[in-house]
């Protein structure tokens, strides 16, 4: 069994607390493996923290790079996600 994750709204990037999120499940599910997609990317400790654990990491090149491999043509617009983000986080939305 297999565990996902995606975020679509991640637009500054995914932090080490939402892969560490997705490790705990893994684990108390007994998945035999997690994995995080992101329109975005990781930083660092992200990165470091799934290191040699059973988790993958996908970040927005990524993901367009598997579309395009399976004939799908994408594209990610991070400023227009950023303003799409602003505008509902507004009040009154």
Avoid: C
Wanted: charged share 20%; proline share 4%.
């Amino acid at each position: 069994m297999n565990q996902a994750s995606i975020k679509p709204g991640a637009v500054q990037g995914v932090g080490v607390a939402v892969v560490r999120d997705l490790y705990g499940t893994v684990m108390n599910d007994g998945a035999t493996k997690g994995i995080l997609v992101t329109t975005a990317d990781y930083g660092p400790d992200s990165y470091d923290f799934a290191k040699d654990k059973p988790l993958t990491l996908l970040n927005g090149s990524n993901l367009l790079s598997l579309l395009e491999k399976h004939g799908h043509e994408a594209r990610i617009d991070l400023q227009e996600a950023r303003a799409i983000q602003q505008a509902e986080s507004e009040p009154g939305s």
